[in-house]
């Protein structure tokens, strides 16, 4: 289990590794990047590159912390990827629910597969349940994440692609919104993140910038952190409400 520069959370833990394209967003992986990456170098849990694997020794990493935190799991992988068994996934709740310490964050692009597993199971109250949301094709997502009863509910529109015009936001707690990152990156249009802020406001939804990424405010292409997270100036990341209060 490692920390991480992720802004919304501290920790990822991956007892799940690799994935395959699904949907627009995945055309310039990060994750698949990195594990390629580290493959190269040698690293032992990285030894299938992106083929997606399923890694039962680190099952009992949370229970080594003590102190709360905020864990990203599978910041590498999806862990409703059709290769990982349901079996797996219920290794890994219990795990969850053993740390109630812990806030879980879950983000997935598999709806149908994720609706498939809760649907004969409950959702852990210390699991956050997203779902990727970054071009109209993917909207459909959200309607299956409503029909869940996770404590908190989310959208990752990460990397932005396109306008997503009209969202119903419903039963929605929390929407982080970024451009993508890299060599080959698309551009992210600042009123495609006004769209969805504003949007946010209107439903009471926190809303959460992550950052441009390789294409500025100003359509220029540049270093990521040269072209920051600041939305007209500001610096918008909203945790939800229900996250405030528990700290």
Same mark, same amino acid.
């Given at each position: 289990?490692?920390?991480?520069?992720?802004?919304?959370?501290?920790?990822?833990?991956?007892?799940?590794?690799?994935?395959?394209?699904?949907?627009?967003?995945?055309?310039?992986?990060?994750?698949?990047?990195?594990?390629?990456?580290?493959?190269?170098?040698?690293?032992?849990?990285?030894?299938?590159?992106?083929?997606?694997?399923?890694?039962?020794?680190?099952?009992?990493?949370?229970?080594?912390?003590?102190?709360?935190?905020?864990?990203?799991?599978?910041?590498?992988?999806?862990?409703?990827?059709?290769?990982?068994?349901?079996?797996?996934?219920?290794?890994?709740?219990?795990?969850?629910?053993?740390?109630?310490?812990?806030?879980?964050?879950?983000?997935?692009?598999?709806?149908? %597969?994720? &609706?498939?597993?809760?649907?004969?199971? @409950?959702?852990? !109250?210390?699991?956050? +349940?997203?779902?990727?949301?970054?071009? =109209?094709?993917?909207?459909?997502?959200?309607?299956?994440?409503?029909?869940?009863?996770?404590?908190? %509910?989310? &959208?990752?529109?990460?990397?932005?692609? @396109?306008?997503? !015009?009209?969202?119903? +936001?419903?039963?929605?707690?929390?929407? =982080?919104?970024?451009?993508?990152?890299?060599?080959?990156?698309?551009?992210?249009?600042?009123?495609?993140?006004?769209?969805?802020?504003?949007?946010?406001?209107?439903?009471?939804?926190?809303?959460?910038?992550?950052?441009?990424?390789?294409?500025?405010?100003?359509?220029?292409?540049?270093?990521?952190?040269?072209?920051?997270?600041?939305?007209?100036?500001?610096?918008?990341?909203?945790?939800?409400?229900?996250?405030?209060?528990?700290?």
């Amino acid at each position: 289990m490692k920390t991480t520069k992720i802004e919304w959370t501290d920790r990822t833990w991956n007892p799940v590794t690799g994935c395959t394209k699904l949907s627009p967003g995945c055309a310039h992986c990060y994750a698949e990047t990195m594990a390629n990456r580290l493959k190269a170098m040698g690293v032992q849990k990285y030894q299938n590159g992106f083929i997606p694997t399923m890694h039962e020794d680190v099952l009992n990493e949370p229970l080594k912390l003590m102190k709360p935190h905020s864990i990203f799991v599978c910041s590498m992988a999806d862990l409703f990827h059709e290769t990982v068994t349901f079996d797996f996934i219920d290794s890994v709740m219990h795990t969850i629910q053993q740390t109630k310490r812990h806030r879980y964050q879950i983000l997935t692009k598999r709806t149908s %597969r994720m &609706l498939e597993y809760f649907s004969q199971r @409950e959702i852990p !109250e210390n699991v956050w +349940l997203g779902v990727t949301v970054e071009a =109209i094709a993917t909207k459909s997502r959200i309607k299956a994440l409503q029909t869940i009863p996770a404590k908190i %509910r989310f &959208l990752s529109c990460e990397p932005l692609i @396109e306008d997503l !015009e009209d969202l119903d +936001l419903s039963g929605i707690d929390w929407v =982080i919104v970024g451009g993508e990152s890299g060599v080959n990156a698309r551009p992210m249009k600042p009123e495609w993140v006004r769209s969805i802020m504003f949007q946010a406001d209107r439903q009471k939804v926190a809303f959460f910038f992550k950052q441009w990424g390789t294409w500025g405010a100003d359509g220029i292409k540049r270093n990521k952190k040269a072209n920051g997270k600041a939305l007209d100036g500001k610096i918008i990341q909203m945790m939800p409400e229900l996250a405030m209060r528990e700290i």
